[in-house]
Nanobody, 117 residues
């Protein structure tokens, strides 16, 4: 079992920023694709962003240009910097890890992000 530990969620006003963090085990961090999913209230989980082993990044269209995913190799931590937040970004955010970025295998416990208008 791979344990992913998220932190950094909270409540902000629209236009504000938050940075989510996810600490992963060393093997997971170095050998798997890492990313973020989110689940808005009453909706299904959706993919947000991924960062592959080679450092390449991808984003869903609704966050492109506002969110940035990055890794800190020294801390085995993946970050999601979220700027210009909108009320529709309100969701539980989950850190994920997998061999294939589009098909997460391991999930964190989630961290809540709430954006008020």
């Amino acid at each position: 079992q791979v344990r992913l530990v998220e932190s950094g969620g909270g409540s902000v006003e629209a236009g504000g920023s938050l940075r989510l963090s996810c600490v992963a085990p060393v093997y997971t961090f170095k050998n798997l694709c890492l990313g973020w999913f989110r689940q808005p209230p009453g909706k299904q989980r959706e993919w947000v962003s991924s960062i592959n082993i080679d450092g390449s990044t991808t984003y869903t269209g609704s966050v492109e240009g506002r969110f940035t995913i990055a890794k800190d190799n020294a801390k085995n931590t993946v970050y999601l910097q979220m700027n210009s937040l909108k009320p529709e970004d309100t969701a539980m955010y989950y850190c994920v890890a997998s061999s294939i970025c589009s098909s997460p295998t391991f999930w964190g416990q989630g961290t809540q992000v709430t954006v008020s208008s």
